[in-house]
Nanobody, 127 residues
Framework: EVQLVESGGGLVQAGGSLRLSCAAS????????IGWVRQAPGLVREGISS????????DYADSVKGRFTISRDNATNTVYLQMNSLKPDDTAEYFC????????????????????WGQGTQVTVSS
């Protein structure tokens, strides 16, 4: 059974930090690009960061570049998103997604549909 399980969301003040985790199982981790997609109420879904598990190449949306860092641990099949300098505009539900057909992280960010999804974790940034 394929599973992507997110954790680490919560409530934080503006300027603070959170680290999200995505634990993957049930598929060949190395064959995928894994990333984070967020959706705020009333707004379109936004791919914000992605990583090629095999070679570690990353990509970021302009909205988070310089503040967020994605990484992976191939030993534990886990992808992390370190979020620093959080802003109220970062408030959203954050989803981990995995895609084997998006061969590069930049292609992942261009798509809104991915093969596997986690259940999401809420991030709320207060002003």
């Amino acid at each position: 059974e394929v599973q992507l399980v997110e954790s680490g969301g919560g409530l934080v003040q503006a300027g603070g930090s959170l680290r999200l985790s995505c634990a993957a199982s049930g598929f060949t981790f190395d064959d995928y690009v894994i990333g984070w997609v967020r959706q705020a109420p009333g707004l379109v879904r936004e791919g914000i960061s992605s990583i090629s598990v095999r070679d570690g190449i990353t990509d970021y949306a302009d909205s988070v570049k310089g503040r967020f860092t994605i990484s992976r641990d191939n030993a534990t099949n886990t992808v992390y998103l370190q979020m620093n300098s959080l802003k109220p505009d970062d408030t959203a539900e954050y989803f981990c997604a995995a895609d084997s057909s998006a061969k590069r992280p930049d292609l992942f960010l261009q798509r809104l549909l991915h093969r596997y999804w986690g259940q999401g974790t809420q991030v709320t940034v207060s002003s």
